[in-house]
């Protein structure tokens, strides 16, 4: 009877994951549909495409009838992109946005910042509208289904008012959890134990079942390259490809800590780009637009673990991406999955000699989900 008890207690602790209070908690949604040619002449009747700022109406319209229902279902922070850039989040002690070519990057504090903001041209004709929830508030996580419910009916609504048929918008839930690796050895604060329930059995817990949808867990931790790290892969100014053994280096930490922790799906990403991890097959993994897509499925996990690099081109900040397979994720948790990344970090970590009081090594934990709605 102990035995079983002892035995019943080692398998629960081996799913938990004890974090740092100071981790931070994100949730965004993000509703995407196309600008038809129907939905443009639902909006403004008399459109022209060959008169001047001929789409004014059309995105003044829009904008106005989703920040008229965000008012209506009390969400107090969302942000309007019809310029086909990709819309990215960043925590921030400052509230702000920067545009660039590609992307629209929003800085925010989920505990201070509110407020609406939209980006578009009225000369020009966007492929795909997004809109940006953001959480506010202490408690995101605990809260997070109650928030994905109010953006659910919000695009529901938003739908008939726009004439837009069912599954035509298509909704996207990323939550991500954030903290530095050795947040524990800088300074003495509380933990707290965390299971990482997949998003599907937190929402089930708070009454709400999602429709039929796709889903992705995976783990990104962020690896700054400094002098002293350089200096150990002895690297060669002066040689055609100078980073090469740099990089070689950390890409063989990188395999040789995911086989003993048994870990089979990842990817080193050493080439400046940000890395995006969409549902999909390996063949699909792309560069494009400043971003290094990473194509995953779950359900039918490649085995394998990718590296992008350069050996002519340095990047200060090189990521490590664990993906994590459908079996990783049950309906218990995903925090031994979460335990044994930790322990890939850790060695790669203590193989480059990073001093954990001094330096950083920040882990951001992902769980997206997407359905049409």
């Known amino acids: 009877m102990s035995t079983r008890h002892s035995s019943t207690r080692k398998h629960s602790a081996a799913h938990k994951v004890y974090i740092s209070n100071h981790a931070r908690d994100n949730q965004y949604l993000l509703a995407n549909f196309e600008l038809t040619d129907e939905l443009i002449k639902h909006v403004d009747s008399d459109f022209t495409a060959s008169k001047s700022l001929a789409y004014k109406n059309v995105y003044k319209s829009i904008r106005n009838t989703i920040f008229a229902l965000c008012e209506q279902h009390q969400i107090t922070t969302a942000h309007f992109v ?74 529901k609504e938003l739908t008939g008012i726009l004439g837009l048929a069912e599954g035509d918008v298509r909704l996207r839930d990323h939550q991500h959890i954030t903290y530095d690796l050795f947040c524990q050895q800088k300074e003495k604060v509380d933990s707290q ?65 995911m086989e003993k922790a048994g870990l089979k799906n990842g990817a080193m990403i050493a080439n400046g780009l940000t890395p995006l991890v969409r549902f999909g097959s390996s063949d699909q993994t792309r560069v494009g637009k400043g971003f290094q897509m990473i194509a995953f499925n779950p359900e039918q996990p490649d085995d394998q673990i990718m590296s992008e690099w350069h050996g002519d081109i340095f990047t200060d900040k090189i990521r490590l991406v664990f993906l994590a397979s459908q079996e990783d994720c049950t309906d218990r948790g995903y925090g031994k999955y979460v335990n044994q990344v930790t322990k890939v970090l850790e060695s790669v970590a203590a193989s480059l000699d990073i001093d954990p009081t001094n330096e950083q090594l920040m882990v951001r934990v992902h769980q997206h989900i997407a359905y049409d709605n």
């Open 82 to 155: 019809a310029n086909d850039k990709l819309p990215l989040v960043r925590f921030s002690g400052e509230s702000d946005a920067i545009e660039t070519n590609d992307k629209v990057i929003f800085f925010y504090n989920p505990k201070y910042h509110q407020g609406h903001k939209y980006f578009y041209d009225f000369n020009t004709r966007a492929k795909r509208l997004s809109i940006l929830f953001l959480a506010n508030g202490d408690d995101i996580r605990v809260n997070a289904a109650s928030f994905h419910q109010k953006v659910a009916a919000l695009t």
């Open 193 to 257: 134990s965390h299971k990482f329930r997949p998003i599907p059995v937190r929402y089930m817990a708070n009454d709400i079942e999602l429709p039929q949808h796709r889903a992705l867990t995976y783990v990104i931790g962020d690896l700054y390259i400094n002098a002293k790290i350089r200096q150990q892969a002895k690297v060669d100014y002066d040689a055609p490809s100078p980073y090469k053994p740099l990089y070689t280096m950390i890409n063989d930490m990188f395999v040789a800590g």
